[in-house]
């Protein structure tokens, strides 16, 4: 099993920055890749980013060039860099590694707010 503890998250004004961090435990040696998706209230998860083990990266069209995901191998550690927010950025982000099978791991949630 994997677990994954995020950080980071909160209250941000348009066009400022936040950023959040996933660690993993667990079964690390299993991961291949770790991502993040969001949710609002009404609509479907949908992935934000996702970064592979060996650092191939993809991004959802409206963050590409605003946000930046990257990882620490070291720490088993993602982390998902957020410039230029928008009040549509509002969500709960959820940090994810998928396992296979169509499992998933998800961590608990970080809400990230931004005010116009």
């Known amino acids: 099993q994997v677990q994954l503890v995020e950080s980071g998250g909160g209250l941000a004004q348009s066009g400022g920055s936040l950023r959040l961090s996933c660690a993993a435990s667990?079964?690390?040696?299993?991961?291949?890749?770790m991502g993040w998706y969001r949710q609002v209230p009404g609509k479907q998860r949908e992935l934000v980013a996702q970064i592979t083990m060996n650092g191939g990266t993809n991004y959802e069209d409206s963050v590409k060039g605003r946000f930046t995901i990257s990882k620490d191998n070291n720490k088993n550690t993602v982390y998902l860099q957020m410039d230029s927010l928008k009040p549509k950025d509002t969500a709960v982000y959820y940090c994810?590694?998928?396992?296979?099978?169509?499992?998933?791991?998800w961590g608990q949630g970080t809400l990230v707010t931004v005010s116009s």
């Open positions: 667990g079964n690390v040696f299993s991961i291949n890749a």
């Open positions: 994810n590694v998928p396992l296979g099978y169509g499992m998933d791991a």
